[in-house]
Nanobody
Framework: VQLQASGGGLVQAGDSLTLSCAAS????????MGWFRQAPGKEREFVAA????????EYGASVKGRFSISRDNVKNTVYLQMNSLKPEDTAVYYC?????????????????WGQGTQVTVSS
């Protein structure tokens, strides 16, 4: 499967942004999905994950209450709605497909990754 992340950009603190992750070559059904991010000089960080088909969700502590992950299995796309953005949310955001239907926060449980989309939040 090929994952194409999009929707990143430059925004101000407090703004909202929605990232999309479109899949081609294979359905996203039967797999959990996740979003991770990586800022310069930092480790890759878990952001959010969603299971299939019950769409249970889990969030990293730093984004809980501000970000929301969802999926549209008809459009074969996963979304990350980001609200109340902060400068510390600045990073490259990656979507990834999990090895199974469950929620995972460990990047080792994901086998396909998108190319990433840059999100920059100015203060």
């Amino acid at each position: 499967v090929q994952l194409q992340a999009s929707g990143g950009g430059l925004v101000q603190a407090g703004d909202s942004l929605t990232l999309s992750c479109a899949a081609s070559g294979h359905t996203l059904a039967h797999r959990g999905m996740g979003w991770f991010r990586q800022a310069p000089g930092k480790e890759r960080e878990f952001v959010a994950a969603i299971s299939w088909p019950d769409t249970k969700t889990e969030y990293g502590a730093s984004v809980k209450g501000r970000f929301s992950i969802s999926r549209d299995n008809v459009k074969n796309t996963v979304y990350l709605q980001m609200n109340s953005l902060k400068p510390e949310d600045t990073a490259v955001y990656y979507c990834a497909r999990a090895l199974s239907v469950f929620i995972y926060s460990d990047p080792r449980q994901f086998d396909d990754w998108g190319q990433g989309t840059q999100v920059t939040v100015s203060s």
